[in-house]
């Protein structure tokens, strides 16, 4: 008998019928002449004659053998599981082919606003879905060019406000040593000016969570007395931050962004900031 969708015959009781339980009571010999008893009173033995077996073979009893459970998550009826779908993992070879392709058409002298997609991805030999599974446009993926080649953004002491306001304008010196090394990385940000959107990008999702990092040491200083309170905190972010931008944007030229002035800094201003008496 042929079996279809994975179905498996019932198991035979001993001289019964298929599809006979372990509740369908012991089978009857063939031709032992007993029959189940139909009311109270004792059963009817069988006559003195042996039984004859029921078949060639021993009989199978329906719990007969370790009962197997299909796999967690198998499908019911014997059919066979969806093999899993694969995903694509990001490679680390690809962004950085990418990236590549990026600084070298900006330093034949393709203007940012000008790079298209198909561009990139015909320079840098990879098709265009593989660069919109990474990123949603080419505004998204010039903020992490820009990010990949800055460092990276500092991980906050926690142990004083100080501490903490030294590591974030210590990150901006950096970034803005960073910028006067790498010509990719001034390039991008000289025609920024040129290109809104990409600004816009760059401010929502890489300058405005640092300035939200300094706010909170300001804020935190504030409740904990070691700044006055009676000012503005975005006011007092900006008078830690203003030194820095003034030498990394205003006078890039300049030698100025030297070691400990992140500390000469902080130090300067929180004494001109304690809560008067």
């Not at 019932?10 to 372990?22: M, S």
């Amino acid at each position: 008998m042929s079996l279809q969708n994975g179905e498996t015959p019932a198991p035979r009781a001993a001289g019964g019928t298929p599809g006979g339980g372990p509740d369908a009571g012991p089978a009857t010999p063939p031709g032992s002449g007993a029959t189940a008893p139909r009311g109270p009173g004792p059963a009817t033995s069988p006559g003195p004659g042996p039984a004859t077996p029921p078949g060639p073979g021993p009989a199978t009893s329906p719990s007969s053998g370790p009962a197997t459970s299909p796999p967690p998550g198998a499908p019911a009826g014997g059919a066979s599981a969806p093999a899993p779908r694969r995903g694509r993992p990001r490679s680390e070879a690809v962004e950085q082919a990418i990236y590549e392709a990026v600084g070298g058409l900006l330093d034949e002298g393709v203007p940012l606003t000008e790079l298209s997609v198909e561009r990139i991805a015909r320079t840098a030999g990879v098709g265009k879905a593989t660069i919109y599974r990474r990123w949603s446009g080419k505004e998204d993926l010039f903020v992490d060019l820009l990010r990949s080649l800055e460092p990276p953004d500092p991980v906050l002491p926690g142990t004083s406000v100080r501490d903490d306001l030294v590591a974030l304008l210590e990150a901006l010196r950096r970034r803005g040593l960073a910028k006067r090394s790498s010509a990719l990385l001034h390039t991008v940000f000289s025609q920024m000016q040129l290109y809104p959107k990409l600004w816009d990008a760059y401010r929502l999702t890489v300058i405005e969570p640092r300035r939200r990092l300094g706010l909170d040491a300001v804020r935190r200083g504030m409740e904990e007395g070691e700044i006055r309170d009676d000012l503005d905190a975005e006011f007092v972010n900006d008078l830690f931050v203003g030194p820095l931008l003034l030498r990394t944007v205003v006078r890039p030229d300049s030698s100025d962004l030297e070691p400990g002035l992140a500390e000469r800094v902080v130090d300067a201003l929180l004494d001109g900031l304690r809560p008067r008496a």
